[in-house]
């Protein structure tokens, strides 16, 4: 990433703003963040959604998928009414654990591991699922357990796939509006991500800084990608050889 720091720079400098760095700083860490959580998650649900004969299944499953359907505002109106502190669960939350996570940072990661989501579990799943089974049945046979059988056995032949989720949870983080808008707000150093900075620039006419922001974002999302199909074809090469 090393261009991407060059570029956040240059364009820093260039146009003199105080808090660019700033945004953008939480912007990934908002992004990482949400990767890191959402990554044993979306393992553990992607495993069950694969191998799991409880009847609930589908049900977990459409809510896993709601997100990609859902417009972002109308989860996000349910987030803020949920964690308000005005109704019970966000009262319980601030008063016994001091948790305020309506217009605050720990909101916005809430909101966005919910978000994000489906990006993260859907292709382990899909992955997990694709996989001969005699794997699974060989491992058993070998009298291991289920957790050993998907950390050392499952898990190694779904790389690309893990990265794949981890790099459009990354990409889909810090480029979702609608969601953060409502749950963060447009705080400054605490909630104040690109998406909502290009918004601001935006509506005040500052085209030029609304670029820096918006050509950042492009860029950063290009080269995950790129590299993400990069290391695809190269593991779908390497397995070619081997197989």
Known sequence: ???????????????????????????????????????PIGIVLGNYLAFSPNPLRPVIEVLVWMPLVLPPSVLGFYLLITFSPKNALGAFLLEHFGFKLVFSFEGLIL????????????????????????????????????????????????????LLGCVTSFAHTIGEFGVVMMIGGNIPNQTRVASIAIYDEVEATNYTLAHQYAFSLFIVCFVLLLAIFYLNKHFQQKVAING
């Not at 364009?11 to 990934?28: S, Y």
């Not at 089974?133 to 050392?152: C, D, M, N, P, Q």
């Not at 032949?157 to 893990?162: D, E």
Request: aromatic letters at 10%; charged letters at 10%.
């Open 1 to 39: 990433m090393p261009l991407v720091c060059a570029l956040l720079c240059y364009f820093a400098r260039k146009g003199h703003q105080v808090d660019f760095l700033e945004t953008m700083r939480l912007t990934f860490l908002v992004a990482t963040l949400t990767t890191i959580i959402l990554l």
């Open 111 to 162: 909101a966005s591991v919910i978000f994000s989501l489906p990006f993260m579990c859907n292709p382990i799943k899909s992955a997990l699922v694709s996989l001969p089974s005699s794997l699974k049945e060989a491992s058993f046979t070998l009298g291991k357990g289920r957790i050993y059988t998907l950390w050392h056995v499952l898990l190694p032949n779904i790389k690309p796939s893990l």
